[in-house]
């Protein structure tokens, strides 16, 4: 994971509160997926790992939409769908540059 990443990580679960943005979890998600393409003999571990990052996402979610109506929750929803939607690129870019370090390579 990115350093700024697993260090809000770490803090949440040593704090037992967690709060992961959209952000954070589209960078995850999008990091897992190249990791999972990248590495297929680690692909059971990565999962394993996705795990409780998944768990404090939805908690994230809930913390901060639990008291408000479907329609806010509806709404915070399809913002982390944009959230995907712009790291996008990003996660094309790993990908790119993954193809760009083989060929240099031979």
């Known amino acids: 994971l990115p350093g700024i990443v697993l260090t809000r990580m770490t803090a949440m679960v040593h704090a ?3 709060d992961m ?9 999008y990091l897992m997926l190249f990791r999972f393409c990248e590495y297929g003999s680690e692909r059971e571990q990565l999962i394993e790992a996705l795990k409780p990052l ?9 913390y901060k939409t639990w008291r408000y109506s479907i ?4 709404e915070e929803i399809r913002q982390q769908m ?25």
């Open 16 to 18: 037992d509160h967690y």
């Open 21 to 29: 943005s959209a952000e954070e979890w589209a960078t995850v998600v």
């Open 54 to 62: 998944y768990f404090a996402r939805s908690l994230s979610f809930d």
């Open 71 to 74: 329609r806010y929750a509806e």
């Open 82 to 106: 944009r959230t995907f939607h712009w790291l996008r690129p990003w996660l094309y870019g790993l990908f790119c540059q993954r193809t760009r370090s083989r060929a240099a390579r031979g």
